[in-house]
């Protein structure tokens, strides 16, 4: 799928000289060093920049110029945008839905646990926790000392390949710190393009990297690591054939000519890209590849990771599995592309059943330490110091001598932060929960048996694995920037620490727990919502994933107690030495709490929405004199407004319960206008909601874009030109035939001015109700307007009427604008019993009298899906809109109101929906379908008088 990604100018972030930090508006911007114009890049990285497009507002100077992302479509706004290709085929769709990315690899993953499982029956825990402390400090060491080498390799990444896709020059302990730092966090969390990915390219963009060459980076590298893996496996085939036997079941003559045919693409890549630059991609979606010497130096690098990896678990395996280092080595290779092809986050299991199935240990208890200690080094502790390290950055920051490069740093981690913490919190929690299923140390629990009752012991136990889940759970309200979940982290962070001394003296794991309160303490500025509810509720994804987690643990629990035989009375069996018996205990009430948070997830997903502003006078005067008539709509009674501190501009919108949907563009100047899109997204933000903006005109896109919303376009305007428009010709015969019936009929054209509306209130509402008991409707609301006094007393009234008895038989509401520029209506409505050709005549005559009185513009409304594209290669928007437009009928007039207004041979104009996300334009739109079928009753729901500003 291609995105064209828009840059826009980060100086407000960077430059030091910059006299406004905090204006909407910056002239300095003309004159700063670090300003970057509008760049287009075509990249094929939608999920970092999303996590890079939701950054908070309190980090301005980034987020408010940050890259937007804009879906183009033909007859796109954009002029740079780039064309979308053709949908793709059915089966790619679904595969690519992110349901399936999610639940594919989680299942991978359990099915690996379990086969890991089969092969660990009869071994003892003990034995493994007895193997995994022999171990001596000089093999530690060894360990240690090949994964320093081995993430030193991955950091060189960074530093070669950012030379060749961006000009700017970074410091090299930048890049070095950055590669290595994104590594370990993409080897711990798993979804390196999200993870790692929105690492680097937060770093790397405060130093005016574009998001493209960030892009590029991340292709080029893992280029490199594949081209490094396979000239492994291609040698080792060759050169150890049988190596593979165990894991691929190839005959010997097979595995070599395998090899050279692997061998032989590498050599006809490494030749092919030798001497010119070569790309590789699809229609205007390119990558350049990295030169013939280039990507034989990253290939290299990539050799000498994983052969210093491969060592961090070679020195702690057992002698004899250990003897051959090149039979080790190609099935180390072999577990690692196969963990790769799973998906599986960090490779988890399936890395660990390949190693075991490959090197023939399957139920030895010193093969399974190995593999405990080799993720604890490799994984556990990179990923730690890369914590540490961005703690050390963001502490840096609030010393009033720190370099300017370290505050820039620091700007860019940032944003990151709520990634980071959410991934140490469920760190955390898994720490109590594997703590609380595995057995005590018999002299630890000796100690406290002499100064502790049992019951506390019991107790902390519990409370310990309780509070496990509860951080897992907390873990999400901390990646949405919750302040509530911040406390609760806190609170939970600090039971788990006391539990942890009183249940076990487990002083590992408590330190564990007070290093993740401090770093949570350090970036305790980054939770900032504290007015947002459902701290405690959880998305599918996370269910499902909190679900296996704890799953696996689970496991680990029956694992170590798999000697123990069950029977119904270890459920009530306390003592000391009764470990199973508070596994079960703490288990069924981690069950117990998990299953009531995912169904109360599950049974109130809405959250509290926020009601109506009673309208102020400011909105009044603003829409007075706006050039839209269409701002009258804001008088509605439904809605919330943003106003802007000078009261030069206001946005209407309203509160679905998920996303805060503005009706059309600001109203007021264009300056202020732009600040009040921006104060609706920085609510929207500090409220944890999505932010849209729905049936807007181009006026503001650029301020959209600079949003990081995806624009789309959902209909058409039409506006007749009045200085030209009249009823001769024989196109307008059936107006004129109209006029001329209902005056024979004895009804009159007549205007009603809005002071004078209160005599004919009654009559007004009579008619709306027989209209709206014959089409067997309700009144509606946001985007349309609902009969109700106040609304009505706004406008003018243009009515049909009888000349005799003065009775109205058709009407609609005039809206004006003050400077003349343009009338609209927005109810119109006949009573049955009138006049068959009411209607017509009432349209024509609104017409002739705006044309009468001087109006340059009379506005029909929008035609919803009209003019969209139905081309083959039209984007894949437009040719859902184009089918339901030509064949939807059934649903919705489209065809038929379209070419109603036709007949008035308007001028169109195109209509748009601002909003953020991949699906989140479908899910707006059905958002506003309910906000607009429920309008009468958000009109009446006023909230008590307060002050409307923000």
Known sequence: MKFALVGRALHRAFCAQCPHPDTQCCPHAQNCPLKYKFDVVSFDFASMVRADVMAAPCDRGIARHVAGIVRPFARSPMKNATPVSADPHPLKRWVSHPAVRVVIPLLITALALFVLHRMS??????????????????????????????????????????????????????????????????????????????????????????????????????LAFLLGLFALIGALMVFHPDGLAAVLHLSKRMEVAGGFAILAVIATYFVWTARTPRQIGFGQLKMTLPNGRQGATLSAISIIDLAATAMTLYVLMP??????????????????????????????????????????????SDALAALLIYRLIYTVLP?????????????????????????????????????????????????????????????????????????????????????????????????????????????????????????????????????????????????????????????????LS??????????????????????????????????????????????????AFMLNSLLSRQSARLKPDPIPDVVRHLTAQATAAEANISLSGDKRFIITPDACAYIAYADTGHTLVAKGDPVGTKEAGIAAIWQLRELADAMGRRC?????????????????????????????????????GSKRKDWRHAKARIARDGYVFEVIKAADLAPVMDNLREVSDAWLALKKSEEKGFS???????????????????????????????????????????????????????????????????????????????????????????????????????????????????TFKQKFDPVWSPEYLASSGRLDAARVLYEVSLLISRGAKSAQDQAPPHEARI
């Not at 990297?209 to 960030?214: D, L, P, R």
């Open 121 to 222: 029956l009869g071994t003892n825990l003990a034995d493994v926790k007895r193997d995994a402390r022999g171990y001596s400090g000089m093999t530690l060491g060894l360990s240690f000392a090949a994964m320093c080498v081995s993430y030193l390799a991955l950091s060189l990444y960074d530093v070669i390949i950012m030379r060749s896709v961006s000009d700017v020059r970074l410091p090299l302990g930048v890049t070095m710190m950055t590669g290595a730092s994104s590594m370990a966090v993409s080897n711990m969390l798993g979804l390196s393009w999200l993870t790692g990915g929105a690492i680097r390219y937060r770093v790397y963009a405060a130093f005016g990297v574009k998001i493209g060459a960030v892009a590029k980076l991340i292709a080029t590298s893992w």
């Open 319 to 364: 002698a004899d599995l250990s003897q051959n280092f090149f039979l080790f080595f190609v099935v180390f290779v072999a577990a690692i592309a196969v963990g790769i092809l799973s998906h599986a986050p960090g490779g988890l299991g399936i890395f660990e059943a390949t190693m075991i199935a490959g090197l023939g240990a399957a139920g030895r």
């Open 383 to 543: 990923f730690l110091f890369a914590v540490i390290g961005l703690a050390g950055a963001w502490a840096v920051a609030n010393r009033e001598k720190a370099s300017d490069t370290s505050r820039t740093i620091v700007k860019a981690v940032g944003p990151i932060v709520p990634l980071v913490t959410a991934g140490l919190v469920m760190l955390s929690g898994a720490v109590l929960l594997i703590s609380g299923n595995l057995p005590s140390d018999p002299a630890r629990l000796g100690f406290l048996q002499e100064i502790l009752p049992l019951s506390l012991i019991e107790t902390s136990h519990m409370i310990g694995s309780v509070s496990g889940v509860l951080l897992m759970i907390v873990a999400r309200g901390l990646y949405r920037r919750m302040f509530r979940a911040w406390g609760l982290a806190m609170a939970l962070l600090l039971t788990g620490f006391v539990v942890s001394l009183l249940k076990g003296f487990d002083w590992e794991e408590a330190a564990t727990l007070a290093g993740a309160m401090a770093v949570l303490w350090v970036f305790r500025g980054a939770f900032y919502r504290a007015n947002v509810t459902g701290t405690l509720r959880l998305n599918w994804k996370w269910i």
């Open 546 to 595: 909190v679900s296996l987690l704890v799953a696996a643990i689970s496991w680990i629990g029956m694992f170590a107690y798999s000697n123990v035989q069950y029977s119904d009375a270890l459920w009530w069996k306390f003592a000391w030495k009764s470990d199973a018996s508070r596994f079960l205990r703490a288990t069924f009430a981690v069950a117990v709490v998990l299953s």
């Open 692 to 728: 849209a903006f729905y049936a807007v005109s181009d006026r503001y896109l650029p301020s959209y874009l600079d949003l990081g919303l995806q624009v789309l376009k959902i209909g058409e305007v039409a506006r007749v030109e009045l200085a030209t428009f009249s009823l001769e």
């Open 784 to 898: 349309l307007g609902a009969f109700h006094p106040d609304y009505m007393g706004n406008f003018d009234q243009a009515v049909i009427r009888h000349a005799q008895t003065g009775r109205i038989a058709a009407f609609a509401n005039l809206m004006q604008t003050g400077d003349k520029s343009e009338v609209s209506l927005d109810l119109m409505r006949y009573d049955p019993s009138g006049p068959g050709m009411a209607m017509d005549a009432l349209f024509a005559d609104m017409l002739l009298w705006g044309k009468a009185q001087g109006f340059t513009w009379f506005s029909l409304g929008a035609a919803p899906l009209s003019g969209f594209e139905s081309h083959r290669l039209a984007s894949t928007w437009h040719r859902i809109g184009s089918f339901l437009y030509e064949h939807g009928e059934q649903f919705y007039r489209f065809e038929g109101l379209r």
